[in-house]
């Protein structure tokens, strides 16, 4: 199964880092379908201070450019969407408005 991982910075306000962690122990029903259907298998996040670090592991049907499409016709995403970006930040270095950039693999056992 393909695997993605992606990193992303959140705002260093121990308050904001506080609330994302909540949303993250129950994200919307309408966002866990959407993240399905597109077709990746298993998701995690994980958290270091305020950077963020994340595995996808998506099945043959997936794709990014779909993805996207999908999310950018869904409300429901949008304001999911909308809504994280109050704690996230972009990294040094990238866009702004960019938020998760791809990481790539250095070494596997």
Known sequence: MPRHCFTLDLKDDPTLIAEYEAYHRNVWP????????AGINHMEIYRW??????????????CFV?????????????????????YQQGLPGVAPGEKWQPMNKLFAL
């Open 30 to 37: 309408e966002i866990v379908a959407s993240i399905r259907y």
């Open 49 to 62: 201070a305020n950077r963020l670090f994340m595995i996808m592991e998506v099945n043959d049907t997936f």
């Open 66 to 86: 779909r993805k996207a499409a999908m999310d950018t016709a869904n409300p429901k995403v949008q304001e999911w969407e909308e809504l994280m970006w109050k």
